[in-house]
């Protein structure tokens, strides 16, 4: 039962991508419910005069965000528990059709992954851009 070094690096990747995902959708989720709820991307902080105003964006950003990044980390985990079978087996080897639909399904998470991670960045420079603004 020899495992390749591919296989190796594919079960790593894999791993990591899990983790990637989880970490993501964990944090952003802790971060909406210290807001009590409300999803801090794109939102602007201002100040009254005496205390810094928060006002969040909707929360559909977040979710879509954390959607994506547990879909992810569920189609990662489900490979990652595949390639520790294949390993164990040694049945690595895709048929053609399987590994043809294998990358279109990672190429549609991919897409998603792509605009929920714009989602992420754009939406947090919005916010710290609020926050280090000074009225003048």
């Known amino acids: 039962m020899a495992v390749s070094v591919l296989q190796l690096v594919e079960l790593a990747l894999h791993g990591a991508a899990f983790l990637c995902g989880i970490v993501c959708a964990s944090a952003l ?8 709820g409300w999803c801090i991307l794109y939102g602007t902080v201002s100040w009254n005069g005496t205390a810094l105003c928060p006002s969040p964006s909707a929360t559909s ?9 547990v879909v992810v ?6 490979l990652f528990l595949y390639g520790i079978y294949g390993c164990c087996t040694n049945e690595s080897q895709w048929d ?3 590994l043809s639909i294998a ?4 190429f549609i998470i991919l897409f998603f992954l792509l605009i929920a991670a714009c989602i992420l960045r754009v939406g947090m420079d919005a916010l710290c ?5 000074r009225p003048g």
């Open 103 to 106: 990358l279109v399904i990672a």
């Open 61 to 69: 950003l977040c979710y879509f965000a954390s959607a994506v990044s």
């Open 29 to 36: 989720t802790v971060a909406q419910g210290e807001f009590g």
């Open 96 to 98: 053609r059709t399987w």
């Open 73 to 78: 980390a569920l189609y990662c985990f489900s």
């Open 129 to 133: 851009a609020s926050i280090v603004h």
